[in-house]
C-alpha cells in the first residue's frame, strides 16, 4: 500500500534532511500489523528524556539484546526452547524470537536499560553538543559611500 501523503512541499524548503525524507517514506509503507509484536511505548520524561517501554513478558532478561550502531537502537529477543513437555490447549503468550528497530536522532543517547516485571525499559536522553546549539549571529553592516563628509570641530 502506498501512502497518500506527498512530502515533497517540505521538501522544497528544508536543506539537508535527505534522511528525515527517506525515513518519512520507510514509516509510510510500513505494515504495522506485521510490526506489532512486541507491543511497545514510546514516553516523554522531561523535555530532554525519553522513555521506550516494551512488554517482554515469557523472557527472562539474559534471553534480550539491546544494542546501539550508530543511529539505530536494536531490541532483540532469543527464543527459549520449551522444554517442559506441555501440551498447550491455547498459547496465547508468545515467547516468539523478535527484533525490533529504532531510528535515533543524533542527539539521543540510550542512558540505561532495566528489566521489571516482564518490562523491558529503555531510557534515552538528549544532549545537544554545545556545537549544535542555538548560538546568536551578529550582523555586520558597511558604510555605504554617501558623498563628501563635514567632519564636525569644535570652535577654540
Not at 38 to 49: L, Q, V
Not at 97 to 112: G, M, Q, S
Amino acid at each position: 500500500m502506498r501512502s497518500a501523503f506527498d512530502f515533497s512541499p517540505l521538501m522544497r524548503s528544508t536543506i539537508g534532511f535527505d534522511r528525515v525524507s527517506r525515513l518519512l517514506d520507510s514509516a509510510a509503507r510500513m505494515d504495522e500489523a506485521a510490526n506489532s509484536y512486541p507491543p511497545y511505548n514510546i514516553e516523554k520524561a522531561g523535555d530532554d528524556r525519553y522513555r521506550i517501554t516494551m512488554a517482554v513478558a515469557g523472557f527472562a532478561p539474559d534471553a534480550l539484546d539491546v544494542t546501539v550502531n550508530e543511529n539505530m537502537l536494536v531490541i532483540a529477543g532469543k527464543a527459549r526452547e520449551d522444554k517442559t513437555g506441555v501440551e498447550y490447549l491455547h498459547r496465547g503468550i508468545a515467547a516468539r524470537a523478535f527484533e525490533r528497530r529504532f531510528e535515533l536522532a543524533d542527539t539521543i543517547k540510550v542512558v540505561n536499560a532495566s528489566f521489571e516485571n516482564g518490562l523491558l525499559h529503555i531510557e534515552l536522553v538528549r544532549e545537544v553538543p554545545e556545537a549544535k546549539k542555538p548560538r546568536q549571529i551578529a550582523i555586520e553592516t558597511r558604510a555605504v559611500a554617501a558623498g563628501p563628509q563635514i567632519e564636525h570641530q569644535h570652535a577654540a
